[in-house]
């Protein structure tokens, strides 16, 4: 029976096949020398300056690489807050519109990091990253959460994204176990939106409560 693929898609699919890897790792190399740079000259203050100075696209990029795991430079756990404080205060009162669009670059820009790392894993395997000096995760800590995902299984990955100091260890994992990329991809994003909700809400009201001042 003849193959329905057009010549076109196969075309594509033969290209993505070939050289997919070689993108991904390009692209991962651009964002682990960005993260080692701003590591070198940057602080948490640079970070909320990037997002005073270029607002939404300064903080779709610091999430590219939070999800990348390459945020050497901030603590990622201030970023939502920090840019609510920022970009969606005025008056006393809150953009609530803004709100909405810095959750959704959020999502948006951790997933995609996070998914980049995931493919990274999927065609160059474990031990090739375990080689890689900006891959941060140790071999014990990997063999960890190796575990998680071989007894929890796919409801691991926003879970442990849902999570302080477990976000992102799953990506690998599920890269490597082959998990559906777009099933990865929803499953983190959704971790993604629940960490960062709760978080939000959190800092919002120990700011209330006098704790911070940068809400």
Known sequence: MASLESPNRSRVRTWAEDYGLLVIALSFVALAVAGIALFVVGDEQLARQWIDDYGLAALLVIFLLEGAMLLYFAPSEIIVPAAIGTLATAGGGYDWGMIVAIFAIAVVGATAGQTTLFLLAQRGGR????????????????????GWFDRWGQAAVPISNALLFTRGMLTVPAGVAEMDVRRFAALSALGTLVFEGWLAVSFYYLNEAGLFSFL
Request: hydrophobic share 40%; charged share 45%.
């Open 127 to 146: 031990e090739w990253l375990l080689q890689k000096p900006w891959f941060r995760v140790s071999e014990d800590k990997l063999d960890r959460f190796d």
